[in-house]
């Protein structure tokens, strides 16, 4: 018996003979396409399906201790940005000419009998405004009071020189911030910008160095992008300052 041509095989009309010899059956999956034996190339059920793969951008860390180590550092690097938010803040006020109490919030004292750690202004002392362009800082302890006025002093702030005006009162006048003085805030800004950077990497370093992790692993990737997030939060912050001392 010879075999159908393939026009004959998909023509509805002309009937497909069949062969119970095994030699027939033999050349038939010899020479038939698989498709018309009835055998598909792939089954379904061997399919995968690419949606439930998860990119290796979106994989979890894969320890408990790796994300324990993250967690640890995602806390420090945004305490670190949020340190710099405030100061950059002060800033913009300063350049803003606005005169506020806040003007005063990166003095820190260091008072006897405190410890090593020096303490905030507002800890020891008030700050008001007075007519608009005039702050008054009154020390709680008149002991302190050398302490303080040192203390606004080494802050270097630009424009604020302290005058007593008694035991425990110090008025500070406030001039309108000039190019110049605008300028050193943006420089300020930069200077902090860059230890905020550096202080994020070390806490990265620190946690890379502690986990141990393999080179291409998805720990270090996933270390990587979170000092690139804090990072490109603080060029966000500075770039917001000098357009701002810049009006």
Not at 54 to 80: D, W
Not at 202 to 222: F, I, M, N
Not at 226 to 240: F, P, Q, S
Request: aromatic share 6%; charged share 30%.
């Amino acid at each position: 018996m010879s075999l159908p041509s393939f026009r004959q095989l998909f023509t509805r009309s002309t009937p497909i003979p069949f062969c119970l010899e095994r030699s027939c059956g033999v050349r038939l999956k010899r020479t038939l396409p698989s498709i018309v034996l009835g055998r598909p190339y792939a089954s379904k059920s061997k399919i995968k399906s690419t949606a439930d793969l998860v990119p290796g951008s979106r994989q979890l860390l894969t320890t408990e201790e790796a994300r324990s180590e993250y967690h640890k550092a995602e806390t420090k690097m945004a305490s670190t940005v949020e340190w710099f938010r405030k100061e950059v803040a002060a800033f913009e006020t300063r350049a803003s000419g606005r005169v506020t109490p806040s003007l005063l919030a990166p003095v820190r004292v260091e008072v006897y009998g405190k410890g090593n750690d020096p303490v905030k202004l507002e800890e020891i002392a008030t700050v008001g405004v007075k007519d608009g362009s005039l702050l008054i800082v009154t020390v709680f302890d008149e002991n302190n009071m050398k302490a303080v006025e040192q203390a606004i002093y080494d802050a270097k702030l630009p424009g604020i020189v302290p005058q007593r005006q008694d035991t425990r009162t110090i008025r500070i006048p406030v001039p309108k911030p000039t190019v110049e003085a605008r300028t050193a805030l943006v420089s300020n800004a930069q200077r902090l910008a860059e230890e905020a950077r550096v202080q994020i990497r070390r806490v990265h370093q620190a946690s890379v160095k502690k986990g141990k992790y393999e080179k291409h692993s998805v720990e270090l990737d996933e270390f990587r992008r979170l000092v690139e997030k804090n990072v490109t939060e603080i060029d966000n912050i500075l770039a917001h300052m000098r357009k701002t001392g810049s009006r």
